[in-house]
């Protein structure tokens, strides 16, 4: 069974920091690259960061530098440190694999102001 539930987003200001959590289904985790999605309203989801499940890293130009996506393979756990966040970074922000399965999680709403 796949599932992934994604936590940790919230409101913060600009230039503040969240750390988004997802804890995925072993069916999902286990020998797949990991990625952290994003969808803004009238947009398409997009890929922001990829892990390998070595720990290759890959981001997408506009979060380089800013997030820094990591795993835990015991606890099957993906996680997104975002720093700096500017108001363009607010949307619902999902984990799944890259990839993407056709299964998606709740995600988590992250809200920036100005």
């Known amino acids: 069974q796949v599932q992934l539930v994604e936590s940790g987003g919230g409101l913060v200001q600009a230039g503040g920091s969240l750390r988004l959590s997802c804890a995925a289904s072993?069916?999902?985790?286990?020998?797949?690259?990991m990625g952290w999605y994003r969808q803004a309203p009238g947009k398409q989801r997009e890929l922001v960061a990829s892990?390998?499940?070595?720990?290759?890293?890959n981001y997408a130009d506009s979060v380089q530098g800013r997030f820094t996506i990591s795993r835990d393979n015991l606890s099957y756990m993906v996680y997104l440190q975002m720093n700096n966040l500017k108001p363009e970074d607010a949307a619902v922000y999902y984990c799944?694999?890259?990839?993407?399965?056709?299964?998606w999680g709740q995600g988590t709403q992250v809200s920036v102001s100005s």
């Open positions: 072993r069916k999902i985790f286990t020998g797949n690259t």
């Open positions: 892990i390998t499940r070595g720990g290759t890293t």
């Open positions: 799944n694999g890259d990839p993407a399965w056709s299964s």
